[in-house]
């Protein structure tokens, strides 16, 4: 009914982190006596792109779980909006439903973009050795 609203509350969120973040890191990287991207840093993926990672899956999701509620009627353009917003019942029903259904697909979603990034940041370890090893030589 409303699962999607869950998700799409923590896109906003995580929206204006990464804005908050990505504004950090150019003033950083702008600071007198910062080093340059072109050094080690270059091959490493800052932390703005992968929560930039984040934020796209929970608004695609959301946007894509919103389609299909408006789809079966679930969402209407007229007050109350959500139909089930009509009778207290059905209220509690959509209450329930969003902090289970909705609070699960957010929390996996995020779960997910997390494994991504300690992945990513191993790659990253990983190709920083070999970089290393390879001047040593």
Do not use: D, Y
């Not at 504004?23 to 072109?38: I, T």
């Not at 990672?53 to 209407?76: D, I, Q, R």
């Not at 009778?87 to 779960?111: I, K, P, Y």
Request: with cysteine.
């Amino acid at each position: 009914m409303a699962c999607f609203v869950v998700p799409a509350a923590e896109a906003v969120v995580t929206t204006v982190v990464h804005k908050v973040v990505t504004a950090k890191e150019k003033k950083e990287s702008a600071a007198p006596g910062s080093l340059n991207m072109e050094t080690a840093e270059s091959k490493k993926i800052p932390f703005s792109h992968k929560l930039k990672w984040l934020n796209n899956m929970l608004w695609g999701g959301s946007a894509l779980l919103a389609f299909e509620h408006l789809w079966h009627g679930e969402v209407t353009p007229w007050f109350p909006f959500l139909s089930a917003a009509n009778s207290a019942g059905e209220t509690a029903q959509m209450l329930h439903e969003m902090s289970t259904v909705g609070v699960t697909m957010a929390v996996l979603v995020t779960g997910v973009w997390g494994i991504m990034a300690v992945v990513s940041n191993v790659i990253e370890k990983r190709s920083q050795q070999e970089t290393e090893q390879g001047e040593l030589s």
